[in-house]
C-alpha cells in the first residue's frame, strides 16, 4: 500500500485547517472543491483524503448526493488534533521544546545575576539526563496540565 498521509492526507488536512479558519470571511463552509483547486490535487484523492480524515476523527465531512461526485462536500469542522498536525497549534512536544530553548536563551542574556545563574544551573542539572529527556518530560507535564 502505498502511503497517503504526506501526498494526500496532509496537504488537504492543511488546506481545509486554513479554509476553516477564513470561514468568518468567507461566510461559507469550505467544500472540496476549494480544496482541489488549492492543493492542485484531482478531486477524486482529496475526496478520498477527507474521508480518510474524517474517519480519522480530524474533520466533520457533510457529504450530499452528488452521485459520486465529491466536489460539493463541504467540510464543517476540524478537531484540535488536526490543528496540531498541521502546526496551527501548539502541541506538548512544541511547547516544551520553546520553553528550553528560551531558558537557554536567557541563560546567557538575562542581567540579574540570582535569574541567570538559576537557569545555568537548570542548564547543568538536566544536561546529563539530555535535552530530549527533559523536552519530553515537560512535554508530559504540560500535557497533563492543559489535557492536551
Do not use: C
Not at 14 to 43: H, K, M, W
Not at 83 to 100: C, E, F, N
Not at 125 to 136: F, L, N, P, Q, R
Amino acid at each position: 500500500m502505498d502511503d497517503t498521509w504526506f501526498s494526500r492526507d496532509l496537504p488537504v488536512l492543511d488546506a481545509i485547517v486554513r479554509e476553516i479558519d477564513n470561514l468568518l470571511i468567507s461566510g461559507t463552509y469550505p467544500q472540496l472543491s476549494d480544496i482541489a483547486a488549492i492543493t492542485r490535487l484531482e478531486i477524486m484523492q482529496v475526496g478520498s483524503a477527507a474521508i480518510a480524515l474524517d474517519n480519522a476523527g480530524l474533520i466533520e465531512l457533510h457529504q450530499t448526493m452528488t452521485g459520486g461526485n465529491p466536489a460539493p462536500w463541504a467540510v464543517t469542522g476540524v478537531s484540535s488534533n488536526a490543528r496540531q498536525l498541521v502546526g496551527a497549534w501548539p502541541t506538548p512536544q512544541s511547547l516544551a521544546r520553546d520553553i528550553y530553548r528560551q531558558i537557554e536563551n536567557l541563560s546567557g542574556s538575562e542581567s540579574n545575576p540570582t535569574k541567570s545563574s538559576w537557569f545555568k544551573n537548570f542548564l547543568g542539572e538536566t544536561s546529563a539526563m539530555g535535552k530530549d529527556i527533559v523536552v519530553e518530560v515537560l512535554a508530559a507535564a504540560i500535557g497533563k496540565t492543559l489535557h492536551i
